[in-house]
């Protein structure tokens, strides 16, 4: 599949580098933004865009990842108010068209769609798959996937 | 005034002091257990609690039902944005105050709908015009910093001392608000005069400013 989507991914870690090389290699123009160097030895070699080393809530660091002309902004750090911060930004200023943040507490869900957010709580996703398996009882569970 | 703050260091320390002095009412945020226990010391006037200022359940048991204003002054930005979000979409707190460690995000965090500062720009704007003018007493940004109050002591050569008020040419969105002169301060009109010693406050737009402030002192901006 071929498209020119241009997506910003903020956080490289194990849900950012997923993400990263996924995109990737379906042919979107992906740029990661990390705090940690070392964050970026988990992109595997068929990752070709590009890594910004820098702090996400400074807006320096986002442009020069090219957030103004980004297409699709994903923010996947392990602090749900940078996540929210940076997609507040990304929506609002940089009028990214869309935008999605990675929420970890549930109880802010809610929250952050009242402003305007995307938000996916990875926390409340695989509780409900959990949930799921455990309903369909251990027989059907040894081929289970979500 | 009941006033959360939610922060720490030497910024929390003295403001929470200078405002316990004026009699407010304080409750201040902090997640470090042992900060907690030194502020509580500290400041024996002010309320503390121990925990996350981002979250509503800490927002909650700190009052911000009651609150009048809420300072969000902690390192990091994006908790300074989101406990002003929670404060002023969740409980209603009148007046929510987010401190921009990082000089962009204060006009960032404005767009998004929380008023915010800058120390940075603050100090460096106060720097600016102390190295540039010295007869420059005090520089106040005022409206989110769209306008400027400026307090300006007269000087011998100044072009307008000894004029008129009517016979001065100012620059456009400019006012000369309030004329002190032997500590006597009176607001001024057409008919009142100007001399060398006379302190202004001056009203400006930051884009006039300096224009305003060479018709004024007569000094090269």
Same mark, same amino acid.
């Given at each position: 599949m071929k498209n020119s989507r241009t997506i910003v991914i903020l956080g490289c870690g194990r849900l950012g580098t997923y993400l990263a090389i996924q995109l990737s290699r379906s042919g979107d123009s992906v740029v990661v933004i990390d705090r940690?160097?070392?964050? @970026? &030895?988990?992109?595997?070699?068929?990752?070709s865009g590009f890594r910004i080393l820098g702090d996400g809530t400074h807006m320096q660091v986002l442009r020069k990842a090219g957030v103004e002309k980004a297409n699709i902004f994903i923010s996947t750090t392990d602090d749900d108010n940078v996540n929210v911060m940076t997609a507040q930004v990304a929506r609002?200023? @940089? &009028?990214?068209p869309q935008v999605l943040a990675r929420v970890l507490d549930p109880k802010r869900e809610e929250i952050f769609r009242q402003l305007g957010i995307d938000a996916i709580c990875t926390t409340t996703l695989s509780a409900h798959v959990f949930l799921q398996t455990i309903a369909n009882g251990p027989e059907k569970a040894k081929g289970a996937r979500s | 005034m009941k006033v959360l703050i939610v922060g720490g260091g030497n910024t929390l320390y003295f403001l929470c002091r200078s405002l316990l002095a004026k009699d407010h009412e304080i409750v201040i945020i902090n997640r470090d257990p042992s900060e907690c226990i030194q502020l509580a010391r500290d400041l024996a006037a002010a309320t503390v609690v121990c925990g996350d200022g981002s979250t509503m359940k800490i927002l909650e048991e700190a009052g911000a039902m009651e609150a009048d204003a809420v300072l969000a002054v902690t390192p990091n930005d994006q908790d300074n944005l989101v406990i002003c979000q929670l404060a002023s979409l969740?409980?209603?707190?009148p007046k929510a105050v987010a401190l921009a460690?990082?000089?962009?995000?204060a006009e960032a965090f404005r767009r998004l709908g929380v008023s915010a500062f800058s120390t940075t720009n603050i100090v460096s704007s106060l720097i600016e015009q102390w190295a540039s003018l010295e007869h420059i007493l005090n520089l106040i940004p005022v409206g989110e910093g769209r306008v400027n109050v400026t307090e300006i002591i007269l000087e011998e050569?100044?072009?307008?001392?000894?004029?008129?008020l009517k016979e001065i040419e100012l620059p456009?969105?400019?006012?000369?608000?309030v004329l002190i002169r032997h500590n006597r301060p009176t607001i001024p009109r057409g008919e009142n005069d100007l001399q060398a010693g006379d302190r202004l406050v001056v009203i400006t737009m930051p884009e006039n400013h300096r224009p305003v402030m060479k018709a004024l002192t007569g000094k090269p901006d």
């Open positions: 940690h160097e070392t964050a @970026f &030895d988990n992109l595997s070699a068929d990752f609002k200023i @940089f &009028d990214v | 969740q409980f209603d707190v460690n990082d000089p962009d995000n050569d100044a072009p307008v001392a000894g004029k008129y456009e969105n400019a006012l000369i608000a």
